[in-house]
């Protein structure tokens, strides 16, 4: 079973950064695309950002030229630098992989999480 672990949420005002941490498990992180997601409370899970095997990126347009998703495939982790963060963008980030950017966009298929890491962005 793939182990992934998050981190790096806190409390931040309007207009702060974060930077989040995905470690995975496993010796096929390399080959795997990876995803940021969030999900606030009484809101569909929505993903943010991918980044796959290559190191092409996409991103959702509410956090386009605001987060940057990376990657360091010798620590099996995945990053998200959160800029110029707004109220709306608190929630629980998680992430997630798969074996191309296609099968990150159907993130109800996937039967493991970790357990997030909140990020709250207040005043």
């Known amino acids: 079973q793939v182990q992934l672990v998050e981190s790096g949420g806190g409390l931040v005002q309007p207009g702060g950064s974060l930077r989040l941490s995905c470690a995975a498990s496993?010796?096929?992180?390399?080959?795997?695309?990876m995803g940021w997601y969030r999900q606030a409370p009484g809101k569909q899970r929505e993903l943010v950002a991918t980044?796959?095997?290559?190191?092409?990126?996409n991103y959702a347009d509410s956090v386009k030229g605001r987060f940057t998703i990376s990657r360091d495939n010798a620590k099996n982790t995945v990053y998200l630098q959160m800029n110029r963060l707004k109220v709306e963008d608190t929630a629980a980030y998680y992430c997630?992989?798969?074996?191309?950017?296609?099968?990150?966009?159907?993130?109800?298929?996937?039967?493991?999480w970790g357990q997030g890491t909140q990020v709250t962005v207040s005043s």
């Open positions: 997630n992989a798969g074996p191309g950017v296609s099968t990150l966009l159907r993130w109800w298929e996937y039967d493991y």
């Open positions: 496993g010796s096929i992180f390399s080959i795997y695309a």
């Open positions: 980044i796959t095997s290559g190191g092409s990126t």
